[in-house]
């Protein structure tokens, strides 16, 4: 399974979703508009158009909307919609925060088609939201620089109460476009349409829960946008990916990877259990676990494909084509004396290694680089704070750099996990649209951890791996919850789920 068969294997597949910065989206519409002979103002009439078309799928025929606008362009884009929503004979209010503002440009004349439709406009901050069935948010999009002012938060917070069903408008009101980031207050919207590019805040951690389900409208010039300009990442999911490749029919165990799971201190025997198993439902021929002498039992009960043991590291570590180290390794001396070993090793020896939990506590310690050329790290906020000498809610505000610092910090492939898992590695930054929060639970990362090993000892490189790894993980995850819900889901739930889908 090798780098460029899985590469061969995703461009086979419907391309995934190109991220942008917003603004490379603000440049490129400006340039592709002129490539086409559209004006602005055009390009803005599309978007409110393609918004109410959107809106007026999901709600019913007899619903009173109010659209609710800033001063900016997402504002003007509010205005059209709301036109467009009136001939389709909703009852529509719109409201301002600024009412009898001039604005400039193609919001200014999008303002006064309004007006000279001989439609009012409304203070939205005295407006009381609860008397809409909906509410349409084009308050703030991807031009909001630095914290929402008092009178937008002010509305934001009255939307946010109401207990209305919210739509959004290219962005959620109040978060930042690029990171996610709340920016203050912000709109959590039950959908967003975002115009052009997916913008690369809406697909992940805060910005994630913000968006709600999101719908992309390239307008006219989507086509030539996208072969123009250079994309910031790129959000994937499991069914971009082609089947694994079938194995030869005169294949045997040996063929099919060794990997030794390191961890299982006293009383964490089901961390490292979760991984072994995981990896041996991923495929992976044969599965050894190095953990404490009292979790030995625990790890082979009911589960005899596992070869379980506290003797001959050493050897282990030479038998193996993939290391996984760190689930229910602790902090004590036994893990600091295998941790140790382990990297001791590591300095003479070129093995595929995935480093999880206390195995990435333990690395705070070490941060010169592993000369390693498949090396997976999989942090979440608080275990990637630790690592770049950061906090946690600064890990979240921006998830990309994050990941990047990481990735650049220790040579590896970086699988930052969270709402919109972030994966870095050398050739680009890419982002897992799988997933739901059932997988709050303990435990999924030990899983993640044995998944990966299992692809990285089957032959796949860290890089591909780190991508695969994720969104079948992801994936498995997802089919539970179809079948029996997010609620009360645990990590073994999605062994069975792994194996069908590797198949």
């Not at 899985?6 to 519409?29: C, F, H, I, W």
């Not at 389900?213 to 996208?226: E, K, N, Q, R």
């Not at 072969?227 to 089947?243: D, E, K």
């Amino acid at each position: 399974m090798s780098q460029r068969s899985l590469s061969a294997q995703l461009s086979a597949q419907r391309l995934p979703q190109n991220l942008y910065s917003s603004q490379s989206v603000k440049d490129g519409e400006v340039l592709c508009a002129k490539q086409h002979a559209i004006s602005m103002y055009q390009l803005m009439e599309e978007a409110g158009n393609a918004a109410s078309k959107w809106l007026c799928q999901q709600i019913t025929p007899h619903s009173k909307v109010v659209v609710v606008v800033g001063t900016g362009n997402n504002g003007g884009d509010g205005y059209v919609a709301a036109k467009q929503l009136l001939k389709q004979g909703y009852a529509v209010k719109l409201c301002s925060v600024a009412p009898t503002k001039t604005l400039m440009g193609e919001a200014q004349t999008a303002r006064l088609a309004w007006l000279e439709a001989g439609e009012k406009i409304a203070d939205a901050l005295q407006q009381d939201f609860t008397e809409f069935d909906v509410i349409l948010d084009a308050l703030l999009g991807t031009g909001l620089q630095g914290k929402v002012r008092d009178d937008y938060q002010d509305v934001i917070e009255a939307i946010n109460a109401s207990g209305v069903e919210v739509f959004s408008i290219d962005v959620p009101s109040g978060i930042d476009a690029d990171t996610g980031a709340s920016l203050g207050a912000s709109v959590v919207a039950k959908s967003t349409i975002t115009f052009i590019g997916i913008k690369s805040g809406l697909v992940t951690g805060n910005g994630k829960q913000h968006t709600g389900t999101l719908s992309v409208s390239p307008l006219s010039i989507g086509d030539t946008f996208c072969s123009t300009v250079t994309a910031s990442g790129r959000l994937i999911s499991y069914a971009c990916f082609a089947p694994l490749p079938q194995r030869a029919l005169n294949s045997h165990k040996g063929d099919h990877g060794k990997l030794v799971c390191i961890g299982g201190n006293k009383g964490t025997a089901g961390a490292i259990r979760l991984s072994a198993e995981a990896a041996l439902r991923c495929g992976a021929g044969l599965v050894k676990v190095y953990c404490h002498a009292n979790s030995v039992s625990s790890v082979l009960q009911g589960r005899p494909e596992i070869m379980a043991s506290d003797q001959h590291l050493s050897q282990m570590l030479d038998w193996a084509d993939c290391i996984v180290m760190g689930p229910g390794l602790g902090q004590d001396a036994w893990s600091r004396e295998c941790f140790n070993q382990v990297l001791s090793y590591l300095v003479h020896h070129d093995k595929s290694v995935v480093l999880d939990a206390d195995g990435l506590n333990l690395l705070t310690q070490h941060k010169e680089k592993l000369q390693l050329t498949n090396f997976i790290i999989t942090p979440h906020a608080g275990e990637a704070a630790r690592l770049i000498d950061s906090t946690a809610v600064q890990v979240e505000a921006d998830r990309y750099k994050s990941a990047t610092l990481l990735q650049q910090q220790y040579a590896a492939t970086c699988i930052l996990k969270g709402p919109g898992s972030v994966i870095r590695h050398g050739r680009g930054t890419f982002v897992c649209s799988d997933g739901n929060p059932g997988m709050s639970t303990a435990g999924m990362g030990d899983l993640l951890s044995g998944v990966l090993g299992a692809m990285m000892a089957q032959g796949m490189h860290s890089e591909d791996a780190g991508v695969y790894g994720t969104c079948l993980h992801s994936a498995a995850a997802d089919r539970a919850a179809e079948d029996l819900g997010q609620r009360g889901m645990i990590a073994g739930d999605l062994l069975p789920y792994l194996r069908k889908l590797v198949n």
